[in-house]
Nanobody
Framework: QAQLVESGGGLVQAGGSLRLSCAAS????????MGWFRQAPGKEREFVAA????????VYADSVKGRFTLSRDNAKDTVYLQMNSLKPEDTALYYC???????????????WGQGTQVTVSS
């Protein structure tokens, strides 16, 4: 049984930073592309960032590029999302996901965590 568990969310003031973690179990971690998505109430799930299986290639949504950094540690079966210069519009429930392709589309991902809440105050 594959399981993804996000952590690191919380309340932060605008301009602050948070680091989200996603710990994986029940899967061969290095075989999967990893993605981060976010969703606010009443809105569609939105792509944030994705990373390749081994060499750290990344792609970011335009809204977060230059502020967020995605990395993975295959030895620890963990992916990280470093979020700097946070804005109120970054407020959302953040999900990590594992999939078989390198994609910005949520439909490409097979396994999902439960999410961690990020709230940015003005």
């Amino acid at each position: 049984q594959a399981q993804l568990v996000e952590s690191g969310g919380g309340l932060v003031q605008a301009g602050g930073s948070l680091r989200l973690s996603c710990a994986a179990s029940g899967l061969t971690f290095s075989n999967y592309y990893m993605g981060w998505f976010r969703q606010a109430p009443g809105k569609e799930r939105e792509f944030v960032a994705a990373i390749t299986r081994r060499f750290g290639g990344t792609v970011y949504a335009d809204s977060v590029k230059g502020r967020f950094t995605l990395s993975r540690d295959n030895a620890k079966d963990t992916v990280y999302l470093q979020m700097n210069s946070l804005k109120p519009e970054d407020t959302a429930l953040y999900y990590c996901a594992a999939g078989s392709t390198y994609s910005t589309n949520s439909r490409a991902y097979n396994f999902w965590g439960q999410g961690t809440q990020v709230t940015v105050s003005s």
